[in-house]
């Protein structure tokens, strides 16, 4: 080993310490633990309870109507002029089998009756109206 002289500078190391991108990535790895959870969400809906089996609603599209009446299509917030408007068209999009529809057990009657309304206007006959099974604690 050759010894450097007063004059010589100390070679560049071209290394990267991965030692701190572990520990970043250790620390996004936690974050996203946390907070994946908390991300899954939809819209906020009490469902009425009947005697009723579970539906899987991967294969239609979910129409929700909140306590307060506003109403999402998936999760697209829509108001009642834009879903009469846009209901047809999003329900072709889908490509899915059927509709189910979410109501709030507070919303009024007349609000639920008019969003059916409209979904059967726009010609979807398989429509299913979707209540949280009886023996399910809240």
Known sequence: MRRRGRGERTPLQAEINVV???DVMMLLMIIFMITAPMMQGGVDVELPRAAARPLN???AL?????RDGRIFAD???LSLSEFRGT??????QSGRSGVYLRAD?????????EVLAIMRGAGVG???????PEDVPR
Do not use: M
Request: no cysteine; hydrophobic share 45%.
């Open 62 to 66: 979910v129409v929700s109507v909140t």
């Open 105 to 113: 057990q507070g919303v009024p009657y007349g609000r639920v009756v």
């Open 87 to 92: 209901f047809r068209t999003l329900a072709e």
């Open 20 to 22: 701190s991108l572990i």
């Open 57 to 59: 609603s991967d294969r």
């Open 75 to 77: 999760d697209v917030q």
């Open 126 to 132: 398989n429509i299913g109206l979707v209540a949280e």
